[in-house]
């Protein structure tokens, strides 16, 4: 076992331990590129440490509510959430799913192994470490976004803050205001990005729906934006969250179906539309989706109500070795 892992096993006292089963080991193993990916000792413990949550959280502790626990992946080098980076987990019917990075979904297959030091869980898939932000649009096809932020050189600075809620319009919303980006220079266009971004807030969909529903926070731009829950929906100035919750390596992503504009700071949601109006006067929508030049996605993004079934990434298939490890763990009690 890594020393690292073992110290935090030690020192953290009950923990939940989420081991995937021997078919998703095989399958981990099939893929291109992860034995030699799972020679990396610091990524090995990373993924390890991503599949321990930090308390005792047998299966009836979940609801049909999503519930966000925090796991004993603490290592700047992977996460930068006050806490430790999290996992959600949520009951669907009788069987209690946790969802990773990317809105990946593991099922669990055996619930409640008791230990003397916590619970174990068996789930049919690895987890998936929370990538940064920039990788996390790209690989969600949030492809304008993720241009957005090369163009501008935004990259590095949303992707190294920490504990961030970001706003990420789809490719559709930057195409409904698409005449509007020819003329922004670069200076606008970072601004309106910043915008995006709640710096120091962690707003995942349970508080932004209540706790923290009708009130205003600070972004990376300087100016608040306005965060409005009426009728289960979650708006941010005039635009509506469509997909929740992309767990991020410093935070959380809400896909929005507009693109704010802190020039019009004043504009308000109207929630009996499905669709809400852009805030950008006079434009136009185009056909190429903005900033997307020379820009692909990796895979297919995650819907409003299902997730997608994952891509071979880095993260995903370094661990062959370590999950060969928690198969170890779960087999020692």
Known sequence: MQPSLSAALSSASPITILAPSNDAFTKFLAT???????????????????HVLNGSFP??????????????????????VTGGQVVAGMLSGKTV???????????????????????????????????????????????????????????????????????????????AIGSATTALSTTQLSSILEYH????????????STGLANETFPTLMGTEVAVEAVNKKVFVDAAMVTI???????????????????????ATPNPAAS???VVFAGASSVSQVPFTSGVSATTTAPSASTMTAGAERAYGTMGVAALLGMGVIAGAF
Not at 32 to 50: C, F, P, Q, R, T
Not at 145 to 154: D, I, P, S, V
Not at 244 to 266: C, E, F, K, Q, R
Request: aromatic share 6%.
């Open 244 to 266: 929740t919750d992309i767990i991020v390596a410093n935070g959380v992503m809400h896909v929005i179906d507009n693109v704010l504009n802190p020039a019009n700071s004043t």
């Open 275 to 277: 669709t809400q109006a």
């Open 59 to 80: 299966s009836t502790a979940f609801t049909t509510e999503e519930q966000f626990v925090p796991t004993l992946l603490t290592n700047a080098s992977f996460t930068n």
């Open 97 to 175: 799913e946790i969802m990773s990075g990317l809105k990946e979904i593991s099922k669990v297959t055996t619930a409640d192994v008791m230990f003397t030091g916590g619970v174990i869980h068996i789930i049919d898939t690895v987890l998936t470490v929370p990538l940064p932000p920039s990788t996390s649009a790209l690989d969600s096809s949030l492809t304008a976004l993720a241009g957005g932020l090369e163009k501008t050189n935004l990259v590095s600075a949303v992707d190294f803050l920490k504990d961030v809620t970001i706003f990420a319009p789809s490719n559709a919303a930057f195409q």
């Open 197 to 208: 971004v709640i710096n120091g807030t962690v707003g995942y969909s349970t508080l932004l």
């Open 32 to 50: 291109a590129g992860g034995m030699s990916a799972s020679k990396d000792s610091g990524m090995v413990a990373g993924l390890l440490e991503y």
